[in-house]
């Protein structure tokens, strides 16, 4: 059931767009190109967004499609973020595009089965969803599902850090801190889905849908005050997109509520003696303002010396892993020798420190491989904010 | 060119399976992977050379809901018909299973039946072989792609040792798919629902023959080896390995 014709395709574009917040926007397009000179695939790709929305206004959106420049997009918001025009580029031109990738049948292989994972089980790794909560027997402390009862803190690992065997070490640091700071939390468990940032961004806006109805519902089992998540896309997803569909708590970035808490945490705090560099992640930072919060917590571990890389706040460089990336690396090797993860971990050396800070769960992967891509493992280390502070209150 | 897939549900492995004596409980079924590639190849073909291609998913009483999905998949992915089969009784045994659809096939005048390879519940890979035997047809497995050529296939096939192979098979036949010329289609979750709204499958009945012989004594797993993870810095680990050797008598 591919999609017949070039205008039929048109239609289908226009009528995604419209339902973008700020979707009509794109007739305001100055083509400037100020977003694909801030794009990280700028140089390789055929269609920037500003030839994308020239595309769309000529019809010949077959054209983009076959070119691949709908993938080569890590939605790392740059182009959105210095738009004059203020389009929704990351949300909406680029998405839709995807979506008729979708529709066609052939989005890139390794996406798409991600994609299908999500869908049958709730999370890219194919990995049954009664293994999602296998994490909370590797910490020696008791944690309570939502299911059981109320919270003031409801914890969203999301699904890098439930399954993966990397990420989880985050998760379990998450709940330490929560422990030590004596928070009442709670997590869904395996009532958790996929929370579906990658996979709206990736135009699969039908599943995103199906996870949000799965996810307020799990969360409407028992009261909480508000959440508190390590992955920047959950983080986003939850305050920016899930109202549109009900859901009205409060969401904090775990950067935020370190920071919140850090006057105890001061009190908790050892000497460490590390240089330390941070990345400001695109969700938490660029797309959502947080810049101060990190860095604050940072900052007030004694013995650290921190140091700031080139490109810092919202002119940093993305580590390439968002609104599917991840799934994207075999497929972004086609169009680039090196990816930006591995251009932002050569920055982040080039500062002197001996630990990349990150704030998105998704950057742990996407810079420990870059680490070892570029020869530099060994010379610095990355670890989340949340890992640096658990070692400062251990 | 009048084309059948057959579709089987298997076991979904992700979720947990139950071995009891001589039961296998799973917690859910699933599309068996190598059928989904024989849909997909009937779908290609239709594409390229016109036609009509049927998809049949072979079901028991517990797998009867769960099919729904992947038949609606077929259709989503260009299929014409789709059908679902219930065993008069469940049988994962591919010489029953064969037996029971040669009779059905006898009217339906198909001219290539593609199946997949094997299917991860019985893995003998036989019922494309069994099927050529009671229907009297041409049968090729491990088959990669498929092309027609007046009355007559030319297809592609896996051999052992890394080799390739061309062979003509004659129509009408059954092909054993090992994978599609194309990865399986995505089809997205929305456009999904809406053929599962719409779709009408069919519904028939496989009258399951009983072959005696062979009986099931008892399933069970192996036993899980031990996994110990050697941790600590790369000179310590390799002590440790070192160690692990001479205890297990390699070193």
């Keep these: ?394 | 060119m009048k084309i059948c897939a057959i579709l089987r549900t298997v076991p979904d492995l992700v979720e947990e399976i139950e071995v009891i004596d001589d039961e296998i409980e799973p917690f859910a079924y699933i599309a068996n992977e190598r059928d989904e590639h024989a849909v997909e190849e009937a779908v290609i073909l239709k594409e390229r050379y016109g036609g009509s291609v049927d998809v049949i998913g072979i079901v028991d009483e517990d797998s009867e809901e769960e099919i729904e999905e992947p038949l609606a998949m077929a259709l989503a992915k260009g299929a014409d018909r789709a059908i679902k089969l219930t065993m008069s009784n469940k049988s994962y045994r591919r010489i029953e299973q064969a037996k029971a659809l040669a009779e059905y096939f006898k009217d339906k005048d198909y001219d290539l039946i593609l199946t997949g390879i094997q299917g991860i519940d019985a893995f003998t890979g036989m019922l494309g072989p069994m099927l050529s035997v009671y229907m009297e047809l041409p049968f090729t497995g491990y088959v990669t792609s498929v092309e027609a050529e007046d009355g007559t296939v030319k297809v592609q096939k896996e051999l052992g040792g890394g080799l390739l192979g061309e062979f003509r098979v004659k129509l009408p036949a059954i092909l054993g798919i090992v994978s599609a010329e194309k990865p399986l289609r995505f089809v997205p979750l929305a456009k999904l629902r809406q053929v599962m709204k719409k779709a009408e499958i069919e519904e028939d009945e496989l009258e399951i023959p009983e072959f005696e012989g062979v009986q099931v004594v008892k399933y069970y797993e192996p036993e899980k080896p031990e996994i110990v993870l050697l941790e600590g810095e790369p000179e310590e680990v390799a002590d440790k390995l070192i160690e692990a050797f001479k205890e297990i008598g390699v070193l």
């Excluded at chain 1, 210095?82 to 929704?88: L, M, N």
């Excluded at chain 1, 089992?221 to 983080?235: E, G, Q």
């Excluded at chain 1, 003696?273 to 604050?296: F, K, L, M, Q, W």
């Design chain 1, 1 to 394: 059931m591919e999609l017949e014709s070039e205008s039929e395709m048109l239609e289908t574009y226009m009528e995604r767009l419209s339902e973008i917040q700020d979707g009509e926007k794109y007739k305001q397009c100055l083509q400037c190109g100020t977003c694909g000179g801030s794009c990280p695939y700028g140089i390789v790709t055929k269609f920037t967004p500003r030839k994308m929305i020239l595309a769309v206004r000529a019809n010949i959106i077959d054209e983009l499609l076959e070119s691949g420049a709908q993938w080569l997009c890590t939605s790392c918001y740059s182009c959105s973020f210095r738009c004059p025009s203020q389009i929704p580029l990351t949300d909406g031109i680029i998405p839709a595009a995807r979506e008729l990738s979708l529709l066609e049948g052939n989005p890139p292989e390794e996406l798409a089965r991600a994609l299908m994972n999500t869908a049958r089980y709730g999370n890219p790794f194919k990995e049954s969803p009664k293994k999602r909560d296998r994490w909370v027997k590797e910490v020696d402390f008791e944690i309570k599902t939502l299911a059981d009862g109320p919270a003031d803190v409801l914890f969203i690992p999301e699904c890098f850090g439930a399954y993966h065997r990397r990420c989880k070490e985050v998760t379990k640091a998450m709940a330490e801190i929560f422990n030590r700071l004596g928070t009442d939390f709670a997590i869904l468990g395996r009532d958790e889905k996929c929370i579906g940032d990658s996979n709206r961004l990736s135009g699969e806006f039908g599943l995103f849908e199906e996870l949000v109805e799965k996810n307020i519902k799990a969360m409407e089992k028992n009261p909480f005050s508000r959440i508190v998540t390590i992955d920047a896309h959950a983080f986003h997803s939850l305050r920016s997109e899930y109202p549109r569909f009900g859901f009205s708590k409060p969401v904090l970035h775990h950067s935020e509520f370190l920071a919140e808490n850090l006057e105890t945490l001061k009190e908790m705090f050892s000497e460490l003696e590390y240089i330390v560099t941070y990345h400001d992640s695109c969700y938490v930072g660029r797309r959502n303002g947080i810049y101060d919060a990190p860095r604050d917590v940072i900052r007030a571990i004694p013995g650290v010396e921190f140091v700031e890389m080139k490109r810092i706040k919202e002119n940093a460089l993305c580590c390439g892993g968002g609104g599917g990336g991840v799934w994207l690396d075999s497929f972004i090797k086609e169009f680039m020798k090196e990816r930006p993860a591995e251009e932002r971990v050569r920055e982040a050396a080039n500062t002197g420190a001996d630990i990349l800070v990150t704030s998105c769960i998704l950057d742990i992967p996407m810079f420990e491989d870059a680490l070892k891509m570029t020869g530099l493992e060994g010379q610095i280390v990355v670890k989340d904010i949340c890992e640096l502070v658990l070692e400062a209150i251990r």
